[in-house]
């Protein structure tokens, strides 16, 4: 079974950078977006930014100016480039890649920004 892994989490500075990646164990196939969520304890998981296959990225506002989401469905890999990071973006960060049989999930990468 194809498995997501998230990397390049780590604590960082406000007004830092960060860059998460994530890569799946096998191919994907007919991946039709890739999505980034987070979640802070008590809280639900809230979406942050996706991108579909064509090239096409939405954000959520909260990081819409600072945040750039990439991806490959062929490759099955998707990058977040974090820059700006404020406390407020601490948070435990999820890939997710979707195609039409189900979605796939990372276990996650945790974030931490220091004020």
């Known amino acids: 079974q194809v498995q997501l892994k998230e990397s390049g989490g780590g604590v960082v500075q406000a007004g830092g950078s960060l860059t998460l990646s994530c890569v799946a164990s096998g191919s994907i196939l007919s991946v039709n977006t890739m999505a980034w969520y987070r979640q802070t304890p008590g809280q639900q998981r809230e979406w942050v930014a996706s991108?579909?296959?064509?090239?096409?990225?939405t954000y959520a506002d909260s990081v819409k100016g600072r945040f750039t989401i990439s991806g490959d469905g062929a490759k099955s890999t998707t990058n977040l480039q974090m820059n700006g990071l404020k406390p407020e973006d601490t948070a435990v960060y999820y890939c997710?890649?979707?195609?039409?049989?189900?979605?796939?999930w990372g276990p996650g990468t945790q974030v931490t920004v220091s004020s």
């Open positions: 991108i579909t296959t064509a090239g096409s990225t």
């Open positions: 997710k890649i979707i195609n039409p049989w189900r979605d796939y």
